[in-house]
């Protein structure tokens, strides 16, 4: 769930402040509505039974707040189509702004971000 994801809301904040005004998309997409109750609902509507859904919660150290960036950038669907949407600069300066902000959120001089997980387990 995004609330559980902060470098999500490390990038909405670089957004409202590098482009002002900026509003995100109306509706979430799907990823983002699971929680662990609603993703024990969907797969027992997919038919699974005996269904567990078990939710973890870690801290994550980012040894490279650049390399962390790019990578969630890339491979975060919502986030890559909405930079392929914005100029270079802008792009840009969202990204110095989020690895500052990452930066800032360090222990012991390292980054680190707590992240949560729901895995959904089930038979067929």
Known sequence: HPANLPLMAL???ALRK???GFRPPSAPPVWARLSGDSLGSRMEAA????????TST???RIHSPEAYWSGFTRS?????????RLVPET??????????ALRAQSRDGVPTLTV????GLGRA
């Open 76 to 84: 975060t669907p919502p986030l890559a189509h909405l930079f392929e």
């Open 47 to 54: 038919g699974f039974r005996e269904v567990q859904v078990v």
């Open 18 to 20: 590098v482009v002002p």
């Open 58 to 60: 870690a801290t994550q």
């Open 91 to 100: 792009t840009a300066a969202v990204g110095r702004e989020s690895i500052g």
């Open 116 to 119: 949560e997980a729901c895995i």
């Open 11 to 13: 990038g909405r904040q």
